[in-house]
């Protein structure tokens, strides 16, 4: 079977032996609201890594969805409070194009200067972040103002079960919304010319470029959709924590690199997967969110994190040791 | 034959600041006609194939297809007119799958807009029969050796339904078998009306394959005509301006001498076995083989590029087993690999620092470097090897590929090399240049009573620079030709008595 | 050539030193910071030409300065440290809590200068560790470096939380807060030792064997390693370097504010980062120097400091950090495409 | 409109007769908490005619916050008003401030030395005795408990912590820490995150202690939620802005604060009582019994011990469902 040699197979490897290491530490992690909770987390950061894992397959990397999403989120919100509109739909979608906005920005300015995506990102998400909380306002939008609507929204279950002491948990409906925009990206990378353009133009521009697509496209395309998925996932996660607040996601972007590279995707382009991306984020998830429940001190988690991130990564990074000779 | 030519380019010039790369050229390609381009390095082939397919805008002049003016073309515009181009370095997506490879291509150009993996199966594997080749469809282009990643490019044009098709120096990387059978597809594209544009610097092939020949020199077209017209000597007066003259190598003497290099049993992994070998000071020993037959893999070996050898290495008598590069170059070993632009050259660094990088202990033996004293050997360095550039601060990618080996080269020669490995020593070379480096590799080699291992597929250059030649086989040295037995003919038969055997 | 020899007063060495590009982008960063200081003296005159601005600047500016060098020497070879703040966070606690255990009940304000010299070493020795560290992960293990700093930094952070419990770790010697706060023939002791590293570390780059493997490896690392380099044993000495240099800063901050904790300078990884870019070093490797970075830093620095003069609020001036480099990328390619 | 209420305050002590500038630093620029600070500063020069303003880094770095008041300095400020997001970071620098006869102020800072005042709201311990006091009475004086802090560096987080679990000891023996003090960065959300997971580690936890405001959030949202209105408690630092619509839900009971903006008015008062004396010549006067007119400082007291700088307010103000409306921000 190809699938046990892919990369993908090896880190759903570290993950199950991971997942095996946590629940022998306390049987309690295997508890399904335990995991109904792991999942829930995924859902933002997942949403954002695909956004970069389709970045990185061109062979870029981006720093800037983390301000692109506060954007779509922030000013969705504050426009919403402003004019005491309740909805989902409409929200969602402006937030949408907020986001496909910023990253058309992304796109014109790294194909128009042929400019080093890290770099113009890292400028596009200091100016982003700069005027949302330079213009727009910097305190959050608490839920005594958010709207309802959204709120609701984010409250929706898949299913609710109940607890002995007749406290609830549920599995959020959002994980739904992100496995299917997981499913919809993996079509679209998998199985249309646009999609395949992006591994193209990541494993030789020159190349991708002479066989006659075009590069504005493809760039257009990726960080279009990157930044769209940005900024819906912002206002998802708003309306999932019930609150907008404008300095939310401060230096999650390297923990969703992170994520997507320990799901096999390479930062020189070319090579990357949905599934993946979408077990490097659940190990990255799960790492973080099992410190207490492994006993590990307050004063030592960092140290833990650093540690296991170190070992997941050096996994991943034995397997596709190319000698470089 | 329809009127009109399929392409014309009329007085067309392009300018690289101030290097004018083509000049006032004016050519026309007709339909269904096998035509070679031949050129010293940087007389502007590869110039003229980029304004063909679109990658490149004329400053002047105009192109006319089917006896149309086009007006600006761009890639995607040259393709839909049918022109397909097989660069230099094949211009495929390493990361991606011989099928993607081959299927995109043609998807991109029929406009659609989803992938149909099973179609894209269907044609890869029909181009492949066609080419009567084998090659895992699902591998990725990056795992291929030189030759099937060539192939994989050939096939992507073919399947392309091109009426032109351009190939940039097809055969360096392909053997006997293979450019014959590549030939007969060129062949077999003719007969179906299709044109091709060969760039080559070989002129048996050119004499062998083409019908009618243009040749540049520094940008200008010098003389086109029917095949018929020329010869090899015709040919490379055209190209160079004067005559050339390919001597031959005459063996050293060597008794009582101890070897430069001696291997005793070596084996290299999976790829070489039983490998004997003795190379004398002022020796040059040519290993012909066909593609995958363990020639690199030996010379990575000795060189310390792998760790997998087994069996005795001896240099001057000593033995030595290096476990990295810095130990085989401290033994005195060199090494020019295949792929000058990968692994050889660190292109936008200046002649000086890629002349020097390999002997930096002599120039800064504490850190700090000398570099009036690295100045002025590599001016020395330099001189000795005949480099035409500005200075030894221009960037070694503005030079010409003949010039850019000679750095290669001469990079060695600054390290005292006793023993050193050439893998293609002129590929993507000209003939000019091709004959003043075999120049300058002999008169090192008996000046500086260096050992030579020549790695080449290019039987001419074996039979007239070496004074031995090994031939292997699919890991073992299978015979030696040498003296009177060492021709051309020799060497080619012994290659296809092989490759009757292996299909590759 | 011949006009960057011009404004150079250094002339003839620096512009053996600075290749054709470099030169460019040092110029437009020089003119850069002239345009700057001109039009802030315009707006605040009194204020920004006070000659405690300056002095001021010159106190806090070599932080980031050497933090940015740093970035740029990581970022030669082609990769990228984000361990940096945790690493000089890590050496100015270690630092620290050598001098508590040394003091004992005293308190460590009246060790004298043998243990601070002792503490020097400890925090430089702690940078070179971490940097051995980075190293090993990315050169032996092959972990892309962007991921081997990120997991350190975040265990360099953890350490620095682990050995002091959170709160931070006051009360430095006299001699150590002279390293921060103190000046020698009228100039901050932080200026010189910037000073005395961008020397030192332009002569390391442009004139010694170090410097050139290090540019060889970024522009081609598979050439490198045909060519004889020892590519990781250098890439591992290049961490190295970056630690310790991380560690000089982590020095200087801990000595200018007299206290070592495990979040100070978290503000400054993004800002290195940019700085480093800004001044011509490609993160893709091979190119970087440290008069552009140096430029760079000074240009941002001023630009800043006008900024607040004017009240604006601070996260326009991170606005315009950014705005600064996507200007200077468009600036940098519209000269490329004239000449071309 | 007021924000801050000054109709105690003596309008002697807001005239002055020079234009004094009077910048205030704050840790982090645009979080709720020094918005409304920046309010309480705007009304003051409002109220005096000196030009105040408020600055603070836009990321939580105290290198970033010393950069700053460097650049005070150079402007040539009369007086600084500061909130450090680290005292020994600061001390330096403010330090040099002073040197050049800068009135130097600060808040939440109880062990500094390089300031001319430092006024506290309250007693720091103290504040977080009466967190678990609140709690304890929630909890029935029986249970598990956990703490949060937004930071393990935040020093007057961790002494709020310190308070409760020393009152818990002392008077609560029933009751008792599940887990160390949780660290939750100042984001709500990993409040929500780490406190869930903290159930799942110890499902019989039944209370919490907010160090950081964004507990109060996210510690409502788990209520909420999961349904524990009843079965999991909650005291903490919260405003009601922030966390009013579980306190008036039911899913909290309880959250402690004080007022920001009275806090900076305070502050700037100060600043320019002592500018003001120092024109005249005189000694300003502050000290312990000192009533500046604002709500809760009208008795400043000094810190026991030596130092003599250290002023402290009377203390913070409770929110519950009840009085919940009259604190609208
Ligand atoms: N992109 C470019 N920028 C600057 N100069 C260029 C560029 N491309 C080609 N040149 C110059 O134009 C001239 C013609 O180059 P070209 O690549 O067409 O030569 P060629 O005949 O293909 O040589 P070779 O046999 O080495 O492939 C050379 O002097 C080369 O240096
Ligand atoms: N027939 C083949 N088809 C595909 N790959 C091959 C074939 N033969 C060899 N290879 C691959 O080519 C690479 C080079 O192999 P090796 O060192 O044995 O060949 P070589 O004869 O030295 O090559 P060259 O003639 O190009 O110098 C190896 O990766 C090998 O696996
Ligand atoms: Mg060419
Ligand atoms: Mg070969």
């Known amino acids: ?325 | 034959m329809p009127s009109a030519p399929l392409i014309e380019l009329r007085n067309v010039s392009k300018r690289f600041g101030g290097v004018r790369a083509l000049d006032d050229v004016s050519l026309t390609l007709d339909t269904a006609r096998i035509h070679c381009l031949a050129g010293e390095n940087g007389s502007g082939k590869s110039t003229l194939i980029k304004i063909v397919s679109g990658v490149y805008q004329p400053d002047e002049g105009e192109i006319l297809i089917d006896g149309k003016p086009v007006g600006k073309l761009d890639p995607a515009t040259s393709i839909a007119h049918g022109v397909q181009v097989i660069y230099q370095d094949f211009s495929l997506f390493p990361t991606l799958t011989v099928v993607e490879n081959l299927a995109l291509n043609s998807f991109l150009r029929e406009g659609r807009q989803r992938v149909d993996w099973r179609r894209a199966r269907k044609m890869a594997r029909e181009v492949l029969a066609r080419l009567d080749v084998k090659l895992d469809l699902d591998a990725t282009v990056e795992t291929l050796p030189a030759a099937g990643r060539q192939i994989v490019a050939i096939a992507r044009a073919m399947l392309a339904d091109a009426r032109l098709i351009i190939m940039d120096e097809p055969t360096t990387t392909l053997t006997g078998r293979e450019v014959e059978r590549l030939f007969r597809i060129v062949r077999d594209l003719q007969d179906q009306g299709i044109a091709t544009l060969f760039v080559s610097h070989k002129m048996r092939e050119m004499l062998e394959i083409s019908e009618h020949l243009t040749v540049f020199r520094n940008g200008k077209k010098v003389t086109e005509g029917p095949i018929s017209e020329f010869d090899e000597r015709a040919i490379t007066r055209a190209m160079t301006g004067r005559d050339l003259h390919q001597g031959r190598f005459a063996a050293p003497h060597t008794t009582g001498k101890t070897p430069r290099l001696e291997l005793r049993n070596v084996a290299v992994g999976d790829k070489a076995q039983d490998i004997n070998l003795t190379l004398m000071p002022g020796e040059i020993v040519g290993l012909s083989g066909l593609i995958g037959a363990g020639r690199k893999a030996i010379a990575q070996a000795i060189f310390g590029l792998r760790q997998d050898m087994t069996g005795e290495m001896l240099v001057d008598g000593q033995p030595i087993a290096p476990a990295s590069v810095p130990d085989a170059i401290a033994a005195g070993l060199a090494y020019v690999p295949e792929d000058r632009l990968s692994e050889g050259l660190f292109l936008t660094r200046s002649i000086r620092d890629n002349s020097i990088v390999s002997s930096l202990a002599r120039f800064a033996p504490r850190l700090w470097l000398n570099s009036d004293k690295a100045a002025a050997e590599t001016r020395k360095m330099f001189k000795e090897m005949a480099i035409s550039a500005p200075g030894i601060d221009a960037p070694v990618g503005t030079l010409s590929g003949g010039n850019a080996q000679r750095v290669m080269i001469g990079r060695w020669l600054m390290t005292d090399a006793k023993v050193l490995i050439l893998n293609g020593p002129t590929v993507g070379v000209d003939v000019g240049s091709k004959e003043q480096i075999h120049g300058i590799i002999q008169d090192l080699t008996r000046k500086n009573d260096l050992a030579v291992l020549m790695i080449s597929d290019d039987m001419p250059e074996l039979a007239a620079n070496c004074n031995r030649v090994l031939c292997m086989r699919e890991g073992r040295i299978t015979g030696e030709l040498s003296g009177a037995a060492l021709t051309e003919e020799a060497l080619d038969a012994a290659l296809s008595k092989e490759t009757l055997g292996e299909p590759a | 050539m011949t006009s960057q020899t011009k404004s150079e007063p250094r002339g003839s060495i620096l512009s053996g030193m600075l290749s054709d590009e470099t030169a460019r982008t040092n110029l437009l960063l020089g003119a850069i910071c002239i345009v700057v200081l001109v039009a802030m003296t315009a707006m605040r005159p009194n204020m920004f030409l006070s000659s405690y601005n300056f002095e001021s600047m010159a106190f806090f500016m070599p932080e980031l300065g050497i933090l940015s060098i740093a970035m740029m020497i990581a970022m030669l070879t082609g990769g990228i440290d984000l361990s940096i703040v945790g690493v000089a966070n890590l050496a100015g606690i270690t630092a620290g809590t050598l001098f508590g255990m040394m003091a004992g009940e005293n308190g460590s304000s009246v060790l004298g200068l043998g243990p601070v010299a002792l503490g020097v070493c400890a925090a430089l020795v702690v940078g070179l560790l971490a940097g051995l560290l980075n190293g090993f992960l990315i050169s032996v293990l092959k972990i892309t470096p962007i991921l081997a700093t990120l997991g350190t930094g975040q265990v360099f952070i953890g350490l620095c939380l682990v050995l002091t419990g959170g709160p931070a770790i006051v009360g430095f010697p006299a001699g150590w807060n002279a390293i921060g706060n103190g000046k020698i023939a009228g100039l901050p002791v932080p200026l010189l030792l910037f000073v005395v590293i961008c020397v030192g570390l332009s002569l390391l780059l442009a004139r010694t064997s170090f410097g050139l493997r290090l540019k060889m490896i970024g522009t081609n690392p598979k050439a490198a390693v045909y060519a004889g380099v020892r590519r990781g044993q250098m890439i591992v000495w290049s961490y190295m370097l970056t630690g310790g240099l991380a560690a000089m800063a982590g020095i200087l901050l801990s000595a200018r504010t007299n206290a070592a904790k495990s979040d100070y300078g978290s503000s400054y990884l993004l800002q290195a980062v940019l700085i480093a870019v800004l001044g011509g070093t490609n993160p893709a490797g091979g190119r970087g120097n440290v008069i552009g970075v140096a430029l760079a830093l000074i240009s941002l620095t001023l630009l800043s400091s006008g900024f607040q003069m004017m009240r604006l609020s601070n996260h326009l001036i991170d606005f315009v950090w950014g705005g600064f480099l996507i200007l200077v990328i468009a600036l940098n390619s519209w000269r490329r495409h004239r000449r071309a | 409109q007021q924000i801050v209420n000054i109709d105690n305050v003596d309008p002697e002590a807001l005239a002055s007769e020079e234009e004094y500038s009077i910048a205030t630093v704050v840790k982090v620029d645009g979080i709720a908490w020094f918005d409304r600070m920046r309010d309480g500063v705007k009304q003051f020069g409002e109220d005096t005619g000196n030009d105040t303003w408020m600055v603070g880094p836009s990321q939580a770095d105290a290198a970033a916050q010393v950069q700053l008041i460097e650049n005070l300095i150079a402007q040539g400020v009369d007086a600084i008003a500061v909130v450090p997001f680290s005292v020994e970071a600061v001390e330096p620098v403010l330090k040099k401030a002073r040197d050049r006869g800068i009135v130097v102020v600060s808040h939440e800072a109880s062990n500094i030395t390089n300031v001319d005042y430092d006024i506290e709201a309250f007693d720091n311990l103290a504040y977080g005795a009466e967190l678990m006091d609140n709690l304890a009475a929630q909890m029935g004086e029986t249970g598990k408990y956990v703490a949060t802090v937004g930071s393990l560096t935040s020093k007057s987080q961790n002494e709020w912590i310190d308070g409760a679990i020393a009152r818990q000891e002392e008077a609560y023996p029933d009751m008792s820490l599940a887990t160390e003090r949780l660290e939750t960065y100042d984001d709500a959300n990993t409040d929500y995150t780490k406190l869930k997971e903290a159930l799942t580690a110890h499902p019989d936890i039944a209370g919490v202690v907010g160090g950081p405001m964004p507990t109060s959030a996210g510690a409502g949202r788990l209520i909420a939620e999961s349904g524990l209105q009843g079965q999991l408690h909650f005291a903490g630092t919260g405003l009601p802005s922030v966390a009013g619509q579980y306190l008036s839900n039911g899913d909290i009971d309880y959250i402690q604060f004080w007022d920001p903006a009275v806090a900076g008015y305070a502050m700037n008062l100060i600043a320019l009582k002592e500018l003001k004396a120092r024109a005249a010549g005189e000694d300003a006067g502050i000290g312990a019994g000192t009533d500046l007119g604002l709500e809760g400082y009208t008795d400043l007291q000094l810190a026991e011990g030596a130092n003599a700088k250290v002023l402290y307010g009377a203390g913070w103000v409770g929110v519950t469902k009840d009085n919940m409306a009259d604190y609208d921000f």
């Open chain 1, 1 to 325: 079977m190809s699938f046990l040699r892919s990369s993908d197979a090896i880190i759903l490897g570290i993950l199950a032996v991971a997942m095996v290491l946590i629940g022998l530490v306390n049987p309690a992690f295997w508890q399904m609201s335990n995991l109904f909770s792991l999942l829930k987390s995924n859902v933002v950061i997942g949403i954002m890594a695909l956004g970069v894992l389709l970045v990185m397959i061109s062979g870029g990397i981006d720093v800037s969805f983390t301000a692109f999403a506060v954007a779509g989120m922030y000013l969705v919100v504050k426009v919403m409070v402003a004019l005491d509109y309740n909805g989902v739909i409409l929200p969602f979608m402006s937030a949408t194009l907020i986001g496909g906005l910023l990253g058309l920005m992304n796109a014109g300015i790294i194909h128009r200067f042929s400019m080093i995506p890290l770099i113009v990102t890292l400028g596009t998400a200091s100016v982003v972040r700069g005027l949302v909380l330079g213009l727009v306002g910097t305190s959050n939008v608490n839920i005594n103002k958010m709207p309802t609507a959204l709120i609701e929204f984010g409250k929706t279950d898949l299913l609710v079960l109940e607890r002995a002491n007749g406290s609830t948990y549920g599995l959020t409906a959002m994980v739904a919304v992100y496995l299917g925009l997981a499913l919809l990206l993996h079509l679209v990378l998998k199985h249309t010319m646009i999609g395949r353009s992006v591994y193209a133009y990541g494993a030789d521009p020159e190349a991708a470029k002479r066989v006659g697509f075009s590069t504005g496209r493809t760039m257009i395309f990726v960080y279009v959709t990157a930044g769209a998925l940005a900024g819906f996932s912002g206002l998802l996660h708003s309306s999932m924590i019930w609150l907008a607040n404008p300095r939310d996601f401060v230096g999650l972007e390297l923990d969703v690199i992170a994520a997507v590279v320990l799901g096999g995707a390479s930062i020189f382009g070319g090579r990357g997967t949905v599934l993946g991306t979408v077990l490097g984020v659940f190990i990255l998830v799960m790492i973080q969110n099992s410190l207490i429940l492994m006993g590990i001190d307050t004063t030592w988690q960092r140290v833990v994190v650093g540690g296991m991130l170190i070992a997941a990564v050096t996994v991943t990074a034995l397997r596709d040791r190319r000698a470089l000779v």
